[in-house]
Structure formats: structure tokens, C-alpha cells
């Protein structure tokens, strides 16, 4: 069997996020928002879930995708015995009167490059997750799809009849559709549609323009920010894990979940990779995000939460096939019940830049006084209490090593930022509660191995207590990081780099695929630790389990085929940070 790859690019405009394949078919598209029902979705059941694809009438065809340097603006080239021609497609974001422009409207440019070939347009969108097949209507030069909740418009100067029977015509010269969300497009079509285009481009490479990239993977890097800043929802500044949902973490698993929400967690990698290329502006916006959750929150912080703060995420299947046949098709996500403690010092954590970073200007410091203490409190109060860990085991609850080296960087974060202002009342609660999750980390040591278990009383050994080293919980010169990292390599390295997150059963069986952020948290862990030349080789391999266009999932089996939800900002978080790592002890190497 060859390798499985997910053979699509996402293009989005951190209002909406769209999914398309190498035959120009809009594979998945949800509106008005991330976690909204499909318009298109035929990635999770072909026949319910509609199409949108430009292509060749032909049979035999060759495509490729590629990006627009430094942008989101996705290509797909094809060629044909009659010609050539290429769609570009773009969700438009540009500044417009200081404010960012970003509407609910897909752009495609049916560019002609060559010859004159026959090309086929079908649009079919879909409402309610594929129960809805809507009505027609048609003006002057659009196609209206009733019955969707919102007017869904098709503008195009292509003959309406031609897409509506799904004839095939002659490209004869390049051709423009824009589809629309609500505000139908009322401007020129040629004239809005091209500078629309140009105004995206010149946006994303303005944005790339202000990165701070390091002289090594720069294009792998380049991509994982572009990608990650689609994830953040800008209404409300809510950063989802990934925008796709119920796609396996192997063939058959039932490991089929629903990654559209905000998870602290996930948020907290995210904001530190936007922190390592130098912008600041998507935690401002996250700020706002966390001060009205925690507002409405009462006494706890759930897990995750809607990209609008909701709580309730209801987790219910969907009568469809499901990606390659996998079921069940779910949506919405019963975590957000869960105890996950490792959320407070993860906030902490996260917010602690705006308060503490000099080239911050942020206005609204003073919110420390209510915010730290709330965390803080909560830290307390969950120090010695049992939660279902960052792996959101659903039937089993432990002390994780997770949650306590997470409430020993939330105190000490919360310690910073209180020295900042120089509280001593909170610096003093701080610094014993850090104290406390130190005495708890401990109690996860295992003097035979030499390594850190997964959690109190537990003999698991568990990926995620690599962040131990690279949070700097054990320093890269204590000879304990070293002899944990080899404890963990024995049982949970795999061939080329890849790195189980763990190996002993769970509430669905032993897992079967590598979690790919973990191999990046190996090669964070080996920098640290002094391993360069392993580090840089486990990077350099890792960097071949991305698809075509640079694009990493959430699993990867040991043959590389790519499972698991995507993009998955964990993955190209791990990227960002582990690639920043090695840099830097590579230059501090040739400084030497």
C-alpha cells in the first residue's frame, strides 16, 4: 500500500478556512465560521458533501499545487494535451481604512497559460452537514444557492448555463468566480477579483516581511507560520488546534475527533511559535479571547471552548461515509467536559509576555491584579488533584507529570510577572507553589531507569515529560535529562526520528501511528541536552513526513503515511520551536 498523504492545500483569512485538492475541488469549507456546518465537504462523504472544482474536461491530465511565495494564495497547474491553465485561489485579507478587510468570499482565477482546453465548473454546496441540497436561482451573471441560511452567491463571466448543466467549454481566455457568504459581490467582478488578489499577496508578504526567521529551514518555517496564523478566528481572537474534524489517527482506529475549538493547550504552543517570529499582535487579540472566558468561566476553566467562548461542545456522529470510509463522523467534542489542569499554568504562561516584555506596549497591564491571582488560586486548589492529562484519557485520572511541570511554569510565569510590578504578596504565593509542583514532578521519578513516568504511581513512560528539559525544569546539563531522554528514545523512538507520544493501552487500544509533535519535542529535548548532530538529523528527517506543499498532520504511521487531523498547529508549532532551537545552538557552536 502506498503512502498515505493528504493531497491538499488550506487557504483561509482567519475568518473561514478552506481545504482544496489537486483537482481543484474545494474538499472542505465551513461558514460563516470555522465550526460552522460545511458548505462544501466532500473530504468526509463525496456524495453529501457537495463539490466546487475547476478541471480539465479531459480524463487525462497532469495538476501540481503550489503557493504563491511567502502567501497563503493557493495555485493548482494543470496540463492537458489541449493546453495549460492554473486556478488561483485566495480568501481575501488586506488592510482597508486601518482595519482588516477579511470577508467571507473565495476567490478563483481560472488562469489560462496556454493553448485553449476544455474545462468543467461545478458548484454544489451543502447545508447542515450535507442535509441540505439548496435551490437555484440565477441573475444576469450569478448563480444563487437558496436555502443555506445566508445568500450564497456564485459571480462569475462564465456562462451560467454551462455551470449549472456541468458542460464542459473551451478556456479561451482566463475567466473569474467569486464565491460569496452573505454580502453578495455587487462591485466589477474582473477589477474587484484581481485586486482583491494582488492586495492578499502583497498582505501575506508584508507579514512574512516582519518575521524573524532563522538561516536554517527557512521555507519549512516560513509555511508553518502562514499556516498557524490561519487558525487564529481574528473576531475573537480564539486559536483552534485545526480545522478539520473526524479525520482518523490511523485507517480504522475510530480515533475520529473534532479539532475546530480552542484548547489552552494547543493555543499556548501556538502564541509561543508567533513569540519566536516576533508577533506579538495575535496575543493581544488572544488576551481578549481569555479575559471574557475566564470572566463567564464561575470557578473553573474547561479544557476548550468554542472560538466564540462557548462551553458547551455536544459530541454527536453524523450519518456520513466518513474520510476513506472511517467512522464515526463527529462533531463537537466531549473533552470540554474534562478536568485538564494543566490549563492554568498554560494561560499563565501564555499571557505572561504582555506583561513582562518591554517592547510590548500593551495597555491594559493593570488586568494582572484580577487575572494572576484567579490563576493562581486555581493552581492551588488542583495541586494534588487527579485529571484525565493532556492525552484526554476518557476513562482512566492521574497526577500527570504534564499538569504539575505546567503549574511549576504557570507559578513561576506568575512569579515574573507579579516581580514586574513588584507584588510581593503574589511573588510570595508563587514561588511556594512552584515549590509544590516541584515535590510532585519528583514523586514521577523512577531512580531504576533514570526517567520521569507519566504520572504519580504509574510506571508509563510518556513523550510529553520531554518538555521538562526544554521548559527547563531539568536544566540541559543535569545528567537526569540526559538519562531521561535515553529511557524514552528505548521505548517510544521509531525509525526516522518519529516518536510516540506512548506505547501502553488506552480507552481505544494501543495506539497504532507516531504523534508527530512529539518527535519534534525529541529534537527540542536533544538540543538542549547537547545532542546537536542528533538533533539536527532527527529535524532533517522529520521535514520528509510533510505533504506536498509543507503541510504536517497530527499522526504519522511508521511507514510516513500522514493521519490525524490538519494542518495540525501542534505539528507546525513543534516545527517552529524545535528548528528555533537547534539554530540557536548552532550559531552559539560556531560562536564557540
Request: aromatic share 12%; proline share 4%.
Amino acid at each position: 500500500m502506498a503512502k498515505h498523504k493528504y493531497n491538499f492545500g488550506v487557504i483561509g483569512n482567519c475568518s473561514y478556512l478552506a481545504y482544496i485538492d489537486m483537482h481543484a475541488d474545494v474538499k472542505w469549507m465551513c461558514l460563516p465560521r470555522f465550526d460552522s456546518s460545511f458548505l462544501f465537504g466532500s473530504l468526509l462523504d463525496e456524495e453529501k458533501g457537495g463539490h466546487f472544482y475547476i478541471r480539465p474536461a479531459a480524463e487525462q491530465y497532469e495538476s501540481k499545487q503550489y503557493y504563491l511565495p511567502n502567501t497563503n494564495v493557493l495555485c493548482t497547474e494543470f496540463t492537458t494535451a489541449d493546453g495549460r491553465f492554473r486556478i488561483v485561489d485566495c480568501a481575501p485579507r488586506m488592510t482597508i481604512h486601518d482595519r482588516q478587510f477579511r470577508p467571507l468570499m473565495l476567490v478563483r482565477k481560472i488562469e489560462l497559460l496556454s493553448g485553449d482546453p476544455s474545462i468543467k465548473v461545478v458548484c454544489d454546496p451543502r447545508g447542515e452537514y450535507g442535509k441540505i441540497v439548496p435551490e437555484t436561482a440565477t441573475g444576469s451573471n450569478h448563480i444563487a444557492f437558496l436555502g443555506l441560511g445566508k445568500q450564497v452567491r456564485m459571480t462569475t463571466d462564465i456562462s451560467l448555463n454551462y455551470v449549472l448543466e456541468q458542460r464542459p467549454f473551451v478556456l479561451d481566455e482566463t475567466r473569474y468566480i467569486v464565491l460569496t457568504y452573505g454580502q453578495p459581490l455587487e462591485a466589477p467582478l474582473r477589477e474587484t477579483a484581481e485586486e482583491f488578489l494582488t492586495k492578499t499577496v502583497l498582505h501575506w508578504q508584508a507579514w512574512v516581511k516582519g518575521c524573524y526567521i532563522p538561516n536554517i529551514y527557512q521555507e519549512q518555517i516560513i509555511r508553518s507560520a502562514l499556516i498557524l496564523k490561519l487558525h487564529q478566528y481574528e473576531d475573537t481572537g480564539g486559536i483552534i488546534a485545526s480545522g478539520t474534524t473526524s479525520l482518523p489517527e490511523y485507517h480504522n482506529s475510530t480515533r475520529n475527533w473534532d479539532y475546530r475549538f480552542v484548547w489552552f493547550r494547543d493555543a499556548y504552543y501556538t502564541l509561543r511559535a508567533f513569540n519566536q517570529i516576533g508577533h506579538f499582535e495575535e496575543l493581544e487579540r488572544y488576551f481578549d479571547f481569555i479575559q471574557n472566558v475566564i470572566r463567564n468561566s464561575g470557578d473553573t476553566l474547561q479544557p476548550l471552548y468554542s472560538i466564540t467562548g462557548e462551553k458547551d461542545l455536544h459530541e454527536l456522529e453524523l450519518d456520513l461515509a466518513g474520510y476513506m470510509g472511517n467512522q464515526p463522523v463527529r462533531i463537537g467534542n466531549k473533552a470540554s467536559i474534562q478536568i485538564q489542569n494543566d490549563v492554568y499554568g498554560q494561560v499563565m504562561v501564555s499571557l505572561m509576555p504582555l506583561f513582562t516584555d518591554k517592547r510590548l506596549t500593551f495597555a491594559r497591564k493593570e488586568s494582572y491584579k484580577k487575572i494572576v491571582p484567579w490563576l493562581l488560586d486555581r493552581i492551588e486548589m488542583t495541586m494534588h488533584a487527579e485529571d484525565a492529562g493532556l492525552w484526554e484519557f476518557r476513562n482512566s485520572k492521574y497526577i500527570f507529570a504534564y499538569t504539575m511541570m505546567f503549574h511549576w511554569a504557570g507559578a513561576k510565569a506568575a512569579f515574573k510577572i507579579a516581580q514586574a510590578f513588584n507584588d510581593t504578596a503574589i511573588m510570595a504565593k508563587a514561588s511556594k507553589l512552584a515549590s509544590e509542583a516541584a515535590k510532585n514532578i519528583e514523586k514521577c521519578w523512577d531512580p531504576e531507569r533514570g526517567c520521569y513516568t507519566q504520572a504519580i504511581g504509574s510506571k508509563n513512560l510518556d513523550a510529553s515529560t520531554l518538555k521538562l528539559i526544554s521548559m527547563n525544569y531539568l536544566p540541559g546539563n543535569d545528567p537526569r535529562a540526559k538519562t531521561h531522554i535515553a529511557a524514552l528514545e528505548k521505548e517510544l523512538l521509531a525509525d526516522h526520528g518519529l516518536f510516540y507520544r506512548y506505547k501502553h493501552y488506552d480507552d481505544f487500544g494501543e495506539p497504532e501511528t507516531t504523534f508527530l509533535v512529539c518527535a519534534f519535542w525529541y529534537i527540542d529535548a536533544l538540543a538542549c541536552v547537547g545532542r546537536i548532530d542528533d538533533a539536527k538529523k532527527n529535524l532533517d528527517q522529520i521535514m520528509q513526513f510533510s505533504n506536498h506543499l509543507g503541510i504536517f498532520s497530527e499522526d504519522v504511521a511508521t511507514d510516513g503515511s500522514q493521519w490525524g487531523n490538519i494542518p495540525q498547529t501542534y505539528s507546525h508549532v513543534g516545527l517552529i520551536n524545535a528548528a528555533f532551537r537547534v539554530s540557536r545552538k548552532l550559531d552559539q557552536a560556531e560562536f564557540i
